[in-house]
């Protein structure tokens, strides 16, 4: 132990592990972090587009159901307008982030959306589109019109424009 080599290499190795110690951890913890991340935004992810994917078929043939479905969108402007080509548009930023549509179904009109732009990594109109449907029901019952729960979509990323379209 009196041999000053032995503390030399020791003060050596501390010095060495104090420089290159503090960017390993930073890297490993920023690597576990970013997995983990993308395991709560894939779980995220397919339960919006889970929710996305729902319909609503409005027993009534298309004017009815038009009727109805434009009397809800001009009640709640903010959210919801009124599109030039027949479709409907739901906002987080822009008018028309989500793309609304009736389609006819074998039992009546089907209400779907189409296209969805994705903010801050994903899609954001989820809450608004279970709003509109939730209304859609309500006007419908009013009127005496049956409501029935649609077929599932699916809609796939476009990467080169960060949307979501039908399938």
Known sequence: MDNPLFFVVLIIAVIVLAIFLPRWIRR?????????????????????????????????????AREIVDGVALQQPRKFTVLRDGAYGIRFVEPDDSLVRLVEHEDGTRVQIERVREY???????????????????????????????????HRRDEATGTWSLE
């Open 28 to 64: 490993s913890s920023r690597s576990a972090g970013e997995r983990a991340e993308q395991r709560v935004t894939a779980s995220r992810l397919e339960e919006t587009l889970g929710e996305l994917g729902s319909t609503i078929v409005l027993l009534a043939p298309e004017p009815v």
């Open 120 to 154: 801050l990594g994903m899609p954001q109109t989820t809450e608004f589109w279970a709003d509109l449907r939730s209304r859609i029901a309500s006007a419908a019952s009013a009127r005496g019109v049956a409501t029935a729960a649609g077929p599932a979509l699916r």
